[in-house]
């Protein structure tokens, strides 16, 4: 475009004197209607989710690993390869039983449903829709809650019916074993259950790291290290330590929550269930102080 | 309305928005100029809350960003055209942000057809060209139906149709009363579009002017060559005139127009054998001024020959 001279050149629809011609209203102050609310942004969040394929597939995959584990472990079981299995690990639900056999798919489906919520919240910040996010929400906490909100009971709800379906799946399976058990049986359904209040809070805890974080490989990595390394490389303390605060690791007060028996090394459902969401508020709380504080 | 009052940025002890006041007033087209690296980006993502300022406010509408009770609606804004979720269709990124004001989909159509999308609007955003991602980010700027409409380099990437559009549109805008921003580092395009001028470097206001002062300083005028040129320099002599001659028959005439100087000519029988209007670069006029403070300074072409 050449630059020329402008003066004395009228500019399509140009008005020449700006200062004369504005319109005092502005056209849209007097609209009060269209406000932000907590209950639109979580429809927002909520619309947000279903949009995207990868929400779709990473849910699916969850579900699937949940129920492809939990049933081919049932069918594989042998009461002799328990026994020179040598002893369960801390914390865990114990290989003898049928819920825990159910549920051998928890810790794949975990790493899922919380790369699900990592993906939620830190793939905004790598694509950059974080900007149009925070541009329409920037009070901005409301977003994180809405997040949180949507992934929570879904997570739960879906990795819920995936567990009992991969009880009941597997039951035909442990048919004539002694540990075979039913859904009507004592504390069955509760463990399914407290699978999916599992898998529901951790899918809270991927949003939360992916907000803290900012990155999806930073948040992902911190999930897997949280979940899975952590525990391993907590045995390295010295044994009277490590007894003390394996049960308060997140992912060893987790499995308490959908353990069937009570082993005697971890906590009890409930007080798993309270350390658990304690860890999540904790990173919750730390996604929010992020959040709020530093430019985006 | 946007007011910026001693706006200052800084990261650790690089300074990149330094004490910059300005407005950006309803009814007008305010372009927003400076060199890459000049803080524009910076000062647009202050006015809308997503940088805090470390010294200094900006409010719009007379409050800040983050206390109006539906932001869309005050100030729509194209940031940077990737400010999307690649793997959303168009209308559905559209829709998310509609929802969080309760806006009515009726109103994601319209914007859809008003920025040309509407053949790709199911569409994932991933797969669309620059300019249709520029198309998206100003359909999503228009969602709120805004009092104010600030764009950051909203031409970039579109094609000769799109700039025109961009163009008409925001004039449009402004007509209708709003305030409309955007920013640019072509001062030939800005030119075309805005009535106001804010001019940056590396931070700092260096300029707040209208269009037609900056051109008007930016010089120019008209070359004319007579036979007479003692007797022309006498009559054309005017407060606001200033006349330069660069050979025996030929003046530089600043201040007074073509048109205006044939007539006089004509007049009085001078004769005349060329009139031309000088090409006034107002790209040369704003390195000019913006010379000093341009943050990545190319090396003039030859150095670069005598070093390879």
């Keep these: ?296 | 309305m946007i007011e910026a009052r001693e706006l200052t940025k800084r990261y650790g002890d690089k300074t990149v928005v330094d004490n910059l006041s300005f407005t950006v007033k309803p009814g007008e087209v305010t372009g927003f100029l400076g060199p890459n690296g000049a803080g524009k980006s910076t000062t647009m993502r202050m006015i809308v809350g997503l940088d805090s300022p470390t010294k200094g406010s900006v409010t719009v509408n007379g409050r800040s960003y983050a206390k109006h009770a539906a932001p869309l609606h005050e100030i729509g804004t194209l940031l940077e055209a990737k400010s999307v979720h690649p793997g959303r269709s168009a209308f559905h990124h559209l829709m998310a942000l509609a929802y969080t004001h309760g806006i009515p989909r009726r109103r994601v159509d319209e914007v859809i057809e008003l920025a040309g999308l509407t053949s790709v609007a199911g569409k994932r955003v991933g797969a669309f060209s620059l300019g249709m991602g520029q198309r998206l980010g100003i359909a999503s700027a228009l969602l709120g139906d805004p009092a104010i409409v600030m764009l950051d380099e909203p031409v970039n990437g579109l094609d000769p149709e799109g700039v025109l559009w961009v163009r008409n549109l925001l004039r449009g805008l402004a007509d209708e009363g709003r305030a409309v921003m955007l920013s640019s580092h072509l001062m030939s395009e800005t030119a075309l579009i805005a009535d106001h001028l804010v001019i940056v470097g590396r931070g700092r206001l260096l300029a707040d002017t209208t269009v037609e002062d900056f051109t008007r300083e930016a010089g120019g005028g008209v070359k004319v060559s007579t036979t007479e040129p003692m007797r022309l320099r006498s009559l054309l002599a005017g407060p606001e005139v200033t006349i330069s001659s660069s050979s025996a028959e030929e003046l530089l005439v600043a201040g007074r127009d073509a048109r205006e100087i044939g007539a006089i000519a004509a007049q009085h029988g001078v004769p005349l054998y060329e009139l031309t209007p000088q090409a006034v670069s107002l790209e040369a006029a704003f390195m000019d001024l913006t010379r000093d403070v341009v943050e990545y300074q190319s090396a003039p072409a030859d150095t670069v020959r005598k070093a390879a």
């Design chain 1, 1 to 296: 475009m050449p630059t020329t001279a402008l003066r004395g050149v009228q500019r399509p629809g140009k008005n020449p004197n700006p200062s004369a011609a504005p319109d005092p209203r502005t056209p849209a102050t007097h609209r009060t209607t269209h406000k932000v609310t907590g209950i639109r942004v979580l429809r927002s969040e909520w619309a947000k989710f279903w949009s995207l394929r990868s929400s779709w597939i990473t849910l699916c995959v969850a579900v699937f690993l949940l129920i492809v584990f939990g049933a081919v472990a049932s069918y594989t079981y042998s009461p002799d390869a328990v026994a020179t299995a040598g002893p369960p690990g801390p914390g865990s639900s114990g290989d003898s039983d049928a819920v825990g056999l159910a549920l051998t798919g928890v810790t794949f489906a975990s790493l899922a449903i919380g790369v699900l919520g990592v993906l939620l919240s830190a793939g905004e910040y790598s694509t950059g829709m974080i900007r149009s996010t925070l541009a329409a929400v920037p009070r901005r906490l409301p977003v994180l809650w809405s997040k949180a909100a949507v992934i929570g009971p879904i997570a739960l709800i879906l990795t819920t019916v995936g567990a009992v379906a991969a009880f009941q799946l597997g039951t035909p399976g442990l048919d004539g074993e002694k540990i075979a058990l039913s859904l009507g049986d004592d504390g069955v359904l509760r463990s399914l259950a407290g699978a999916g209040v599992y898998l529901g809070l951790v899918a809270v805890f991927g949003v939360a790291l992916g907000v803290l974080l900012r990155s999806s490989a930073g948040a992902i990595a911190a999930l897997v290290g949280v979940l899975l390394i952590l525990p391993g490389l907590a045995s390295l303390l010295p044994d009277s330590w490590y007894d003390t605060l394996s049960p308060y690791f997140p992912s060893n007060a987790g499995s308490a929550i959908y353990a069937l028996h009570e082993s005697s090394d971890a906590l009890s459902p409930g007080a798993g269930l309270a350390v658990f969401a304690g860890w999540v508020a904790l990173t919750l709380a730390g996604a929010a102080f992020r959040l709020v504080r530093t430019d985006v």
